[in-house]
């Protein structure tokens, strides 16, 4: 346990070993009752690496289905018949594939897994600011995820088991007594109030930490820009989640107890839901992208041997994301009825978006223009980031238009956008960053020529996957259907062996694990230990040796003027 | 985008033909191509102005994409580690960064220019001759003619009778809904239990059917035929099997079909808009908490 005064190492790579008292990785209790800010992120990140290959499995299913019409899968007499009997069973996988990469996979990924190791170690901390609270806030994961998971096999409603209202849990749908009458939805509603107190307590831990434990000289304008893209993350969480968790208990009080808050027999309004949803989902696809960010901002720097361009302005450029993000939210609502006047507010506002995004973009650029660039394994990643991004953006310009919407609104035109920035741009910014702070993390190296496999398999395969859903969009495939008129099939199976490339892609990056951590184990030698990518890698983390000694920063590192990030 | 037009004409030729065959009443057959990466062919101004408007936007975007992609291929390439070993260690560039500002900023000016005018056209519905309202149910839209006197159900055809009348599957239904060609018809939406959505692509509108409330959107086809739509709002089990199917003929077909159907020819058609719409029914399922769970 974190508890032994002798266990310091100090900030300087030579130093560890015998001062570092690691307890063993054997121990059940250096797990369940860990409150080391490094230990608790490498959780968040196996628990991150599960739960995406269980959403990327179910995702398997559903482009099983969709690779040619008719119902192949979920049908009552295929192999998986048994379990998947019907149409109501694909939108109960759909919807969890939602849930579990939002809330289980990139989420746990950025924010707990990278935030928790880097935040402290890049602004010169010795933990977060709240170790016991950081400890209940990843154990209450594993917890949701449960939740969720029984939510998937217990009776939803008349049509069999599981939730299949969609990740966004449109009401009246999920308050269907016929639809969904059965306790599934209820479990869904606490799971997700479970994963959010999860992510609110987490949330108060950065915004503490951050703000009271940053070391003399690190001041808020010298923080590295991964700090920052986490700082302005956790207030969009703390600030939006809160709604949510209001709008998810008023559907269960709706489902259980006679409210009609979304009932219009009863006099609610459905439209009331979606405004609240939206006004936390919009902020939550930022704080899906935005860790992004400040990760892709660090990898363009290191391997560009170049400081950040624009520091400052790529910094208020995520704050005014984060800012703008809360006023946009229902460009999600279109086609609801909302009237003219709303709709162009919202079209103006959605639009301004893309500004401080194409500044993050071409900063980027500039930081390699004129840097020594290193095509290491980050860097592929961080580069296919932002053509993959820079892909997703320009699609929500189209459809921030309302009018353009109004064809496109869930449509396969919207999944292939979301997925763009989020499967393809938080997905690829997640392997970036575990690329880049793996070795850090393990104190190991991994085999580049895998994880340059991984990269171009996974490029491939995601572009073959969503890139054809554009056109299907365009022809008005409309979203969540488990089966599709003989227009769409030529598109839809292009799309499914996409999958079947991106699923060996996955292989490939289990396999790289198991070279790294099973088969080979080559250790950093003593030149690279404290950092295998040289001089551009200029925070704080790579002073540290690898992996970082249990305890850092017992003596308080000093950033001085120009040494910032 | 030529190979894909010349394949997307052959391709419609081949479906006209197919379905011709075994429809005459169809002229034109407007729903998804396969192998189409484009929107569906334009049937109403709504839509023809949407479809210029994604050209246009697509020769915004696509231009800026490959900029970027440009970009980064020639910094990879020109400033490499062996093309470039020491790195130069500028971090600003205060002109590059005013243009990289204002100049998105004027594009997105350019782009409203062509958004708000496409967008009061949607939401200004003009008078209409025609007023058809259109009711979601879990699973199957309900079309009602109220200055007309008809009402009636409309179901998909099954995969038996669709392949034996030769229409398509997921799409064709037993009751489509019709409508006189060059007329303004008001589309009334609403539902009678979960949220589902009029759609059809080709007239260039999506209402979401809510219940409780009605929402309305217009269109007007000049040419007749027959054209598809779907439910584009998930409303269950059975969302993806509500199709709409819309048949645009001439007046007096119209007209037969609405004596057929047991309704009356309005007297004269009014060239106001009729009074604003009335509450829907609200015939929710019965309140949550209901017993029988």
């Not at chain 1, 849930?99 to 933990?127: E, H, K, Q, S, T």
């Not at chain 1, 059965?182 to 503490?208: E, Q, T, W, Y």
Request: aromatic share 12%.
């Amino acid at each position: 346990m974190a508890t032994s005064p002798s266990a310091h190492a100090g900030e300087h790579a030579d130093e560890h070993g015998h001062a570092d008292h690691r307890p063993s990785p054997y121990d059940p209790r250096r797990w369940l009752f860990s409150t080391n800010h490094k230990d608790i992120g490498t959780m968040y990140l196996i628990f991150a690496i599960i739960a995406g290959l269980v959403g990327g499995a179910m995702s398997g299913l559903l482009r099983w289905e969709l690779a040619e019409p008719g119902l192949q899968v979920f049908n009552g007499q295929s192999v998986l018949g048994i379990v998947f009997g019907n149409e109501h069973n694909y939108n109960v996988i759909m919807s969890a594939h939602g849930l579990i990469m939002i809330f289980f996979m990139v989420m746990p990924a950025l924010i707990g897994g990278f935030g928790n190791w880097f935040v402290p170690l890049m602004i010169g901390a010795p933990d977060m600011a709240f170790p016991r609270m950081n400890n209940i806030s990843f154990w209450l994961l594993p917890v949701a995820l449960s939740l969720a998971v029984l939510s998937m096999i217990v009776p939803g409603g008349s049509m069999g088991t599981g939730f299949g209202g969609g990740w966004t849990l449109y009401a009246p749908l999920s308050t269907s007594p016929q639809l969904h009458g059965g306790p599934s939805m209820d479990l869904l509603i606490l799971s997700i109030h479970v994963a959010g107190i999860s992510s609110i307590l987490g949330s108060i831990n950065f915004i503490v930490t951050i703000f009271n434990m940053r070391a003399p000289g690190m001041t808020l304008h010298r923080m590295p820009l991964f700090v920052w893209s986490i700082l302005v993350t956790v207030w969009l969480l703390l600030l939006s989640l809160p709604v949510l968790a209001g709008a998810i208990t008023m559907l269960l009080t709706d489902r259980n107890f006679g409210t009609n808050f979304f009932n219009a027999a009863g006099g609610g309004d459905p439209a009331m839901f979606q405004h609240l949803f939206w006004f936390f989902g919009h902020p939550e696809v930022y704080v899906l992208i935005l860790p992004g960010f400040g990760i892709i901002s660090q990898i363009v720097s290191t391997f560009s041997r170049k400081p950040v361009f624009g520091y400052l302005g790529m910094a208020y450029a995520m704050v005014s994301i984060g800012v703008i993000g809360f006023i946009v939210w229902a460009h999600h609502m279109y086609t609801t009825g909302m009237g003219l006047e709303l709709e162009a507010y919202f079209v103006a506002a959605t639009m301004i978006i893309a500004v401080p995004t194409g500044i993050k973009i071409f900063s980027w650029i500039a930081t390699m223009w004129g840097g020594s660039i290193d095509l290491k394994v980050p860097m592929l990643w961080a580069i296919g980031f932002i053509f993959l991004f820079t892909l997703g953006g320009v699609t929500g310009v189209v459809l921030a238009n309302s009018g353009i919407d109004t064809v496109l609104h869930d449509t396969y035109y919207v999944v292939a956008h979301f997925h763009y920035t989020m499967s393809l741009g938080a997905t690829f910014a997640v392997f970036a960053g575990f690329y880049y702070w793996l070795p850090k993390m393990s104190g190991l190296k991994y085999s580049g020529f895998l994880g340059g496999l991984h990269f171009w398999l996974m490029f491939v395969g995601v572009n073959a996957v969503f890139f054809p859903q554009h056109f299907l969009g365009l022809q008005g495939m409309p979203r969540r259907y488990a089966d599709y008129p003989a227009g769409f099939a030529h598109w839809n199976l292009i799309s499914s062996y996409g999958y079947v490339i991106t699923a060996v892609g996955v292989l490939v990056f289990l396999a790289m694990l198991l070279d790294m951590f099973v088969l080979r184990r080559r250790k950093l030698n003593a030149a690279e230990n404290a950092s295998p990518w040289g001089e551009g890698a200029t925070t704080l983390e790579w002073t540290l040796s690898s992996p970082p000694p249990f305890h850092q920063f017992s003596e308080l590192p000093v950033i001085a003027e120009e040494k910032h990030h | 985008m030529k190979i894909g037009r010349i394949g997307s004409a052959v391709a419609q030729a081949l479906i006209l033909t197919a379905i011709g065959c075994g429809f005459a009443v169809a002229q034109t057959v407007t729903g998804p191509v396969d192998g189409q990466i484009g929107l569906q062919p334009a049937a109403t101004e709504v839509a023809e102005d949407i479809v210029k408007f994604h050209t246009l936007l697509l020769w915004i975007i696509t231009p800026i994409t490959l900029f970027v992609l440009a970009l980064l291929l020639y910094v990879v390439l020109r400033y490499n580690r062996a093309a470039n070993p020491t790195p130069r260690k500028f971090t600003h560039n205060v002109a590059v960064e005013v243009v990289w500002t204002v100049v998105p900023v004027l594009i997105l000016v350019f782009i409203s220019l062509f958004s708000f005018p496409l967008l009061f056209k949607q939401e200004q519905i003009p008078p209409a001759q025609l007023t058809i309202k259109a009711t979601g149910n879990a699973w199957r839209w309900d079309y009602s003619y109220p200055d007309q006197g008809v009402d009636f159900a409309s179901l998909p055809l099954s995969e038996k009778d669709a392949t034996s009348q030769n229409r398509p599957f997921r799409m064709a239904v037993d009751e489509p809904m019709y409508v006189p060609a060059g007329v303004n018809v008001r589309m009334l939406v609403t539902s009678n239990d979960v949220i589902h959505a009029f759609s059809v692509p080709s007239f260039g509108i999506k209402e979401d059917a809510m219940p409780g409330k009605v929402n309305e959107t217009w269109f007007n086809v000049p040419k007749e035929g027959t054209y598809y739509g779907f439910c584009q709002e998930l409303c269950g089990t059975y969302h993806g099997f509500m199709p709409i199917e819309v048949r645009v003929v001439s007046q007096a077909e119209f007209d037969r079909w609405i004596t057929s159907k047991g309704g009356e020819l309005a007297a004269a058609t009014p060239a106001a808009a009729p009074a604003a719409p009335e509450t829907a029914p609200a015939e929710t399922p019965a309140p949550a908490g209901a017993p029988g769970r």
